[in-house]
Nanobody, 125 residues
Framework: QVQLVESGGGLVQAGGSLRLSCAAS????????MGWFRQAPGKEREFVAH????????YYADSVKGRFAISRDNTKNTVYLQMNSLKREDTAVYYC??????????????????WGQGTQVTVSS
């Protein structure tokens, strides 16, 4: 079965950096676009970043553009999220997700069919 396992979260001071990883198994990884979402307490899950299966296309939420970078290594079945210049408002549980095979979209959670368990990112001032 498909499994997505995130790692790399933690506590960091504002202005610092973290790199999240998401290791995928049980799928032909290179056939699927992947995304990152986050959810803060009391808020809905929101889109963060998306990368196409061929790495040609990358999309970001306006709130993270210029600070976060999504990448993937199809030889390692892993997608990454490099987060720089972190702010307190970036505090959330971060989830990676597999895009539906025929999905043409990337922004809404319904465009994704498998999710990891999440990793906590806490940014302190």
């Amino acid at each position: 079965q498909v499994q997505l396992v995130e790692s790399g979260g933690g506590l960091v001071q504002a202005g610092g950096s973290l790199r999240l990883s998401c290791a995928a198994s049980g799928l032909t990884f290179s056939n699927y676009a992947m995304g990152w979402f986050r959810q803060a307490p009391g808020k809905e899950r929101e889109f963060v970043a998306h990368i196409s299966r061929s790495v040609v296309n990358r999309y970001y939420a306006d709130s993270v553009k210029g600070r976060f970078a999504i990448s993937r290594d199809n030889t390692k079945n892993t997608v990454y999220l490099q987060m720089n210049s972190l702010k307190r408002e970036d505090t959330a549980v971060y989830y990676c997700a597999r895009a539906r095979y025929y999905s043409g979209g990337y922004y809404h959670p319904d465009e994704y069919d498998y999710w990891g368990q999440g990793t906590q990112v806490t940014v302190s001032s």
